[in-house]
């Protein structure tokens, strides 16, 4: 799904790429890692891929609630956010 991102709370999952049928390790998040945030700003499809490597417990962030958090937001803090959102489309 491409509107969805997810908040590593405990474990640890590998983010990886297939190059040339070549797995190719990016990087390896644990507890409080953000992964797919691009996802919910741009909601483009990835190159990349999340696999747990450890049991983990994820929370998983929706657009909605990011769109919900928004529009109650303090109006600067709103404003600069839409503006770093911006650069990213």
Known sequence: KQDIAFIVEEGQVEIFTDFKGERRT???????????????????????????????????????QVEERLADADPILRMVLFVVMRHFR
């Not at 700003?41 to 962030?61: N, Y």
């Open 26 to 64: 990016l990087n390896i998040l644990g507890a409080g890692a953000l992964f797919g945030e691009l996802a919910l700003v741009d909601r483009q499809p990835r190159s990349a891929s999340a696999e747990a490597k450890t049991d983990a417990l994820l929370t998983v962030v929706t657009q909605q």
